[in-house]
């Protein structure tokens, strides 16, 4: 009886594992060897092998493993696929430490593994395009921030895109995004609706830019165009977009008002109403459509841009302040933060730059305004976003919630 619960016992011992550990090791140095030692091939046989055998390790043998080759120039693509799947401490390893990843390993790691392979794989140094933009297709705001915030990551202008659709709905990518090199002011401009006090302050300081060299380029186009009683409406539009002068003369002619102060005065007096709203629009320049967007913000400071691209007094700001019965002091006598920042938005800005920022927003929120995107507008066709302009998929992120998306 002793000895068959002897022999029982010997079953049930596992058998030693000197030999498969110490087999791993090998392999593992014979992958790491220089090209001079082994050939393309000889390396990629041993790699098939130890592939084999790390699908049957312990989780200490893979990582030992892992440690070994992660510094390596070369790495057969069969080792680096199965280690990137591993467990997040396994596949870290080779993510922060194996320069020869390629896009392809790196992309296909991210597609088949976890959202803590993601995370690891936000912060590796050179992201390139491709693998930022499939990181960001996940839509986890995590990783998407930690991708931001790496300085050495690349982003695609589709990414860029991307990030700036999704910022609307998560304000915390507003900060990192307006870091990027690759933001445009088409980007930022469209996210200024949504973004925070401090983000539109950076927005106006950095992105309001001038036009006074396409001005220089364009001086004797306008007398062309004019010769031709701006019959193409391609040029016209983008002429528009470039001369210096803001107010529409011509709707003085037809206005009830005297001019674009005395319509912001009587607002002031009997409060705005839309008829008035869309006097206002007219006089400046702008778009009904476009006024309304401007004088609808809660936050104010596109109040300040009109007023300074138009030539407006700090007079006539307070009047268009109070045509919409906004508060001018808190309840202990004290200037309101919000009246105090338009104000100090109105001051920072110089007349040209601000006629970019409310151009640009005429230009995206009315002018490419076509059927076509309003249908994607109310219908949420974002797989559609690369048939359209960079204004109109300005105007698609900017007004969805305006069409009832």
Not at 152 to 179: D, F, H, Y
Not at 194 to 216: G, N
Request: aromatic share 6%.
């Amino acid at each position: 009886m002793g000895d068959l619960a002897a022999m029982i016992g010997e079953e049930a011992t596992p058998p030693p594992l000197r030999a498969r550990r110490a087999l791993l090791k090998r392999l593992a140095d014979v992958v790491s060897l220089p090209a001079s030692r082994i050939n393309a091939f000889e390396r990629a046989v041993t790699g098939d092998l130890l592939v084999e055998m790390l699908r049957l390790a312990s989780h200490d043998e893979r990582k030992r493993v892992a440690a070994r080759l992660a510094p390596l120039a070369e790495l057969p693509n069969s080792v680096a696929r199965i280690l990137l799947r591993d467990d997040p401490d396994i596949a870290g390893l080779l993510i922060e430490q194996c320069a020869s990843l390629s896009d392809a390993d790196i992309v296909g790691c991210a597609r088949d593994a976890s959202f803590e392979h993601r995370m690891l794989l936000a912060v590796r140094r050179g992201l390139s395009e491709i693998v930022t933009e499939t990181l960001f297709s996940f839509g986890e705001m995590e990783v998407i921030e930690a991708v931001l915030r790496n300085t050495t990551a690349r982003l695609s202008q589709l990414g860029i895109e991307t990030v700036v659709g999704l910022s609307r709905q998560s304000p915390s990518l507003c900060s990192p995004l307006l870091k990027r090199p690759e933001l445009r002011p088409s980007g930022a401009y469209v996210m200024f609706w949504w973004c925070a006090p401090e983000d539109r302050r950076t927005i106006l300081q950095r992105f309001a830019v001038s036009r006074e060299v396409m001005q220089e380029a364009s001086e004797d186009v306008f007398a062309i165009a004019n010769d031709e009683s701006w019959s193409d409406p391609v040029a016209r539009k983008a002429l528009q977009f470039i001369e210096r002068r803001q107010r529409n003369r011509a709707a003085i002619e037809k206005s009830p008002f005297d001019n674009l102060e005395h319509a912001v005065m009587v607002a002031a007096s009997d409060g705005l109403t839309r008829e008035t709203a869309s006097e206002i629009a007219f006089l400046a320049g702008i778009k009904p459509l476009t006024g309304a967007k401007l004088l609808g913000d809660p936050g104010g400071e596109p109040l300040a841009i009109l007023c300074k691209a138009t030539g407006m007094s700090r007079v006539d700001l307070t009047n268009l302040w109070r045509s919409m019965r906004r508060p001018e002091t808190t309840a202990d006598g004290k200037i309101h933060p919000d009246w105090e920042r338009v104000q100090i938005t109105y001051e920072m800005l110089a007349v040209d730059r601000a006629q970019t920022v409310l151009r640009y927003w005429n230009w995206s929120l009315s002018s490419a305004l076509t059927p076509t995107l309003l249908r994607a507008i109310r219908d949420g066709e974002d797989d559609a976003v690369d048939e359209y302009s960079a204004p109109e998929r300005a105007a698609m992120m900017v007004l969805a919630e305006d069409f009832g998306r």
